[in-house]
């Protein structure tokens, strides 16, 4: 199982909209409704911010939103605050049962 | 409130064994599968496999089919994960991390990681 594409950095001012792209295949991204969202400051360990492609978890920002099309995910931080700059970081359910993360996403807070 | 405590950080030597735990509380142990990932230095995030504490169920990531086994204990709600002949290559961080009960993916809690060093 090959590890999902992600761009290796993103970024934006305060206030700006920016969307990390993750790119699977068919089976996995674009297979399954089971695409999640991570956020991980350093050191710290990860934390859910969205799950099953739109799902926003209790306690998360609705500035951070999910969508998909075709083999490609999106997560969108639409209003940038300085405290999103972390790795993100998606994953999927994959054929046979499996996961896969991406390579991760570092998002830079101009 | 959901707890993932996991077992303090191990050195070994390569070709040694090293079995992680992570102790569950705050939630129904047997109702939420467990996925372990993990995380070199520097570098991103690997899944594991998952255990499904009800069952004792697992699937385990291809590339460490043969090498890692994934227990639980419902008595006292601890997952484990052992991973053996190690190399300097699986030095990382190792995460136990809670799903729901329908496997998505969805892990909203995670343990605090612990920290696998393998050097000679």
């Known amino acids: 199982q090959s590890a999902l594409t992600q761009p290796a950095s993103v970024s934006g001012s305060p206030g700006q909209s920016i969307t990390i792209s993750c790119t699977g295949t068919s089976n996995d991204v674009g297979g399954y409704n089971y695409v999640s969202w991570h956020q991980q400051h350093p050191g710290k360990a990860p934390k859910l911010m969205i799950s099953e492609v739109t799902n926003r978890p209790s306690g998360v920002p609705d500035r951070f939103s999910g969508s998909k099309s075709g083999n490609t995910a999106s997560l969108t931080i639409s209003g940038l605050q300085p405290e999103d700059e972390a790795d993100y970081f998606c994953s999927s359910f994959a054929s046979t049962g499996s996961f896969v993360f991406a390579t991760g996403t570092k998002v830079t807070v101009l | 409130q959901v707890q993932l405590v996991q077992s303090g950080g191990e050195v070994k030597k390569p070709g040694a064994s090293v079995k992680v735990s992570c102790k569950a509380s705050?939630?129904?142990?047997?109702?939420?599968?467990i996925h372990w990932v993990r995380q070199a230095p520097g570098l991103g995030l690997e899944w594991m496999g998952w255990?499904?504490?009800?069952?004792?169920?697992?699937k385990y990531a291809q590339n460490f089919q043969g090498r890692v086994t994934m227990t639980r204990d419902t008595s006292i709600t601890i997952a484990y994960m052992e991973l053996n002949r190690l190399t300097s290559d699986d030095t990382a961080i190792y995460y136990c991390?809670?799903?729901?009960?329908?496997?998505?993916?969805?892990?909203?809690?995670w343990g605090q990681g612990t920290l696998v060093t393998v050097s000679s």
């Open positions: 991390a809670r799903d729901t009960s329908k496997l998505v993916g969805a892990t909203d809690y």
């Open positions: 705050g939630y129904t142990f047997s109702a939420s599968y």
């Open positions: 255990i499904n504490p009800n069952s004792g169920g697992t």
